[in-house]
């Protein structure tokens, strides 16, 4: 069974800056696309960014175009995501989870248990 | 940007009853290779979301059959035949036919009586 992991949240002042990382086991991980997703306390989901299985392409939420960046890592099977300029809009939990997968044409699978950002001074 | 309208915002439900979650896109959901990308999430406390359904009515493994999806176009809807009490939790619709971005649906909070 896939599980992926997060980490790398924590407190961090506003325009400072974080890079998550997503260890994923159990699964092919090099086959998935692979996105990240955030949730405000209290709030609804939001996708964030996602990044092909090669890494040759990405795409972002309008509100984070410019400051956060979506890599991997496929020979440690890791997802990442750099964050500058960080918000206090951006305080959330952190979900990653796969994305695309071109032999089930499905996405978000398995999602890890979230890594939490908070954006304060 | 396609936004996602779920209703009600909150559903009490007696155990055992049935309960449903209605979700509409501003525009159709219908890809070009005839597919319509709707998701159904449910969001147990304090849990990771997990999908139920996907391309509108097919259930996930492992999701019990009281949980059905429908709809087409526009207009889609989650039911619960018989509502347990494992099923408490936030539900959120989530399209992945026009993206980026994806985008979900407010939640509908679905609680015991």
């Known amino acids: 069974e896939g599980q992926l992991v997060e980490s790398g949240g924590g407190l961090v002042q506003p325009g400072g800056s974080l890079r998550l990382s997503c260890a994923a086991s159990?699964?092919?991980?090099?086959?998935?696309?692979m996105s990240w997703l955030r949730q405000a306390p209290g709030k609804g989901l939001e996708w964030v960014a996602n990044i092909k299985q090669d890494g040759s392409e990405s795409y972002y939420v309008d509100s984070v175009k410019g400051r956060f960046t979506i890599s991997r890592d496929n020979a440690k099977n890791s997802l990442y995501l750099q964050m500058i300029s960080l918000r206090a809009e951006d305080t959330a939990m952190y979900y990653c989870?796969?994305?695309?997968?071109?032999?089930?044409?499905?996405?978000?699978?398995?999602w890890g248990q979230g890594t939490l950002v908070t954006v304060s001074s | 940007d396609v936004v996602m309208t779920q209703s009600p915002l909150s559903l009490p439900v007696t155990l055992g009853q049935p309960a449903s979650i209605s979700c509409r896109s501003s525009?159709?959901?219908?890809?070009?290779?005839?597919?319509?990308?709707l998701n159904w999430f449910q969001q147990r406390p304090g849990q990771s979301p997990r999908r139920l359904i996907y391309?509108?009515?097919n259930r996930d493994s492992g999701v019990p059959d009281r949980f059905s999806g429908s709809g087409s176009g526009t207009d889609f809807t989650l039911k619960i035949s018989r509502v347990e009490a494992e099923d408490v939790g936030v539900y959120y619709c989530?399209?992945?036919?026009?993206?980026?971005?994806?985008?979900f649906g407010g939640g509908t909070k679905v609680e015991i009586k």
């Open positions: 989870a796969t994305d695309w997968h071109h032999a089930t044409s499905r996405r978000f699978d398995y």
């Open positions: 989530m399209q992945a036919t026009h993206w980026p971005p994806f985008t």
């Open positions: 525009q159709s959901l219908v890809f070009s290779d005839g597919n319509t990308y």
């Open positions: 391309k509108v009515s």
């Open positions: 159990g699964i092919s991980f090099s086959d998935y696309w």
